[in-house]
Every structure is written in C-alpha cells, then in structure tokens.
C-alpha cells in the first residue's frame, strides 16, 4: 500500500497526558500537512510542511502542540497536556506541488482521539 | 484570511441532478477543489478549478467564477452512493499555499 499511513488510529488517553501521531506521507511528495477534524464539520488546519520546513501553523493551536518531520519525510504530531477538547479526528494528507500537477491532497485514514 | 461557505445540508431524489455551492473569500486564490467523504471515512479528491469556467468529470463536473468567488459542483445521475459530505477547499498562496476547507455539504440521496 502506497498510500498515506497514519498510525494509531485510535487513541484514548486521560486529561492530562501526552499524545503522539505519526503520518507518513506518498513517499515522492514533498507537502504535508495536519488537520483536525469534528463531527460535522470540515478539516481545520493546523500545520503545513514543505519537505522538513514547517511553513505555517494556525493561530488557533495553542503552543500544546507541536509538529515536526524530520529529513522531509514522516511527521508526528504531539499533544502536550491533553484537554477534553482535543478530542477529535486528527487527519494527515500530503500533495506533490510541481509542474501542471493539481497539488490535491491525498488523506491518511485519520487518528482518532478520545480524552477522558 | 479566508472564508468559505457552503449549505450545510442537502437532499435529492436517486437519477437526478444536485448543484452544492460554495462561496469563498480568500487574498491569495490559487486554485479550488472539490472533496468528497463518506462518513466515518478520510476524504478523496474529486474535482480542481484553477481558471474560470466548467470542468467535466464524468457524472461530476465544477464551475469556477473567480471575480464573484463562487464555486458549484454539480452531480449528476445520482446514485445512492452518493451519499456522502461534500467539502469546497480553497488553496491560499498567502503563507505557503495551505489548503483550507469548508464545513462540508451533506447531501443525502433518496430512492
């Protein structure tokens, strides 16, 4: 399977503790990004790479979390100090920007979260 | 910053046609897309706009309007399995080319 691999895919932590999120992306693309994702509502972003350069992370994440891929390839996605509200479908989704390619994201299957 | 509105819900009969639009605001449009994801599932890519006018895809085609920042997908001959969150996502140049989406469509297919 060539695809995007999100591992684990699910989660259940207490209030409080430390979680961690691996994404690894179509090996030839060099985009990565981060979302996160309710029921009933769109992806948000979060945090965007271009190879191992994070190039943007949204106001909205407090400085709870933290992103990085090492060598432009995997990434993982921490939570410090988990809250209630973290919980939540935490998407990964790589492109390849080049050329007359479109840049569409292609989306791992999601980690979900649950803090109790 | 960006805004991007589209119905929240929607619903239409099985062999007929459903437009879903999508209005956005953004200060560094670099292209539009159209996603669709089936509950419980990540979503997959339907449909680009980069310039104005239609693109056809098979029973899905997507209009682009870049001076009215108006966008529809259009689906036709609809099937059951059409069923499904249909999310408009705007590329923003502004920062880096980050994708932002919509807070989806929900269509709902009926026999």
């Known amino acids: 399977d060539t695809g995007v691999s999100q591992n684990p895919r699910h989660k259940i932590t207490k209030r409080g503790q430390n979680v961690t999120f691996r994404c690894d992306p179509i090996?030839?693309?060099?985009?990565l990004y981060w979302y996160r994702q309710t029921l009933g509502q769109g992806p948000e972003f979060l945090t965007y790479?271009?190879?191992?350069?994070?190039?943007?992370k949204s106001r909205l994440l407090s400085d709870r979390f933290s992103a990085e891929r090492p060598k432009g390839s995997f990434s993982t996605l921490e939570i410090q100090r988990t809250e209630q509200g973290d919980s939540a479908m935490y998407l990964c989704?790589?492109?390849?920007?080049?050329?007359?390619?479109?840049?569409?994201?292609?989306f791992g299957e999601g980690s979900r979260l649950t803090v109790l | 910053g960006q805004n991007i509105d589209q119905p929240t819900e929607m619903t239409a009969t099985e062999g007929a046609i459903v437009q879903i639009n999508c209005t956005y605001q953004t200060s560094g449009f670099n292209g539009l897309f159209w996603y669709q994801q089936h509950a419980g599932e990540a979503p997959t890519f339907l449909s680009y706009n980069v310039l104005d006018g239609l693109e056809e895809k098979g029973r899905f085609s997507s209009f682009l309007s870049r001076s009215k920042g108006y966008s529809y997908l259009l689906l036709k001959e609809l099937q059951m399995k059409d069923s499904a969150s249909y999310l408009c996502a705007v590329r923003d140049r502004t920062g880096g080319f980050k994708t932002i989406f919509g807070a989806g469509t929900r269509l709902f297919v009926k026999a």
């Open positions: 790479f271009q190879n191992e350069a994070q190039l943007e």
């Open positions: 090996s030839e693309h060099n985009r």
């Open positions: 989704a790589s492109s390849f920007s080049g050329g007359s390619n479109t840049g569409e994201l292609f």
